[in-house]
Nanobody, 124 residues
Framework: QVQLVESGGGLVQAGGSLRLSCAASASGSIFSINTMGWYRQAPGKRRELAATITSGGITNYADSVKGRFTISRDNAKNTVYLQMNSLKPEDTAVYYC????????????????WGQGTLVTVSS
């Protein structure tokens, strides 16, 4: 099985910055992950896309975070990052890491894999 473990959440004042990390691990070796991304879910709202990045480095951002968030990944470490700048109170949410089409020692995983989430709280 493959697991995603997020870190880097916390409390920050509006205008501040945080960097989230998400590392994929497996029993065995991970050979490739197609797309990795970050989604977020604010209290009482549906989970929504924040940003995604393909193994080739193609990125996609929600309009609400464009120009403020930057997604990146280290394929050798099977890790994806989300640099969040100019944070706003409306960015407060649980941020979930996501990965799909994973090839590892145990074969292929075509379904999406999710992390447990990390809470980001932005105070005004």
């Amino acid at each position: 099985q493959v697991q995603l473990v997020e870190s880097g959440g916390g409390l920050v004042q509006a205008g501040g910055s945080l960097r989230l990390s998400c590392a994929a691990s497996a029993s065995g070796s991970i050979f490739s992950i197609n797309t990795m991304g970050w989604y977020r879910q604010a209290p009482g709202k549906r989970r929504e896309l924040a940003a995604t990045i393909t193994s080739g480095g193609i990125t996609n951002y929600a309009d609400s975070v464009k120009g403020r968030f930057t997604i990146s990944r280290d394929n050798a470490k099977n890790t994806v990052y989300l640099q969040m700048n100019s944070l706003k109170p409306e960015d407060t949410a649980v941020y979930y890491c996501n990965a799909d089409r994973i090839r590892y020692t145990g074969g292929w995983i075509y379904r999406e894999v999710w992390g447990q989430g990390t809470l980001v709280t932005v105070s005004s």
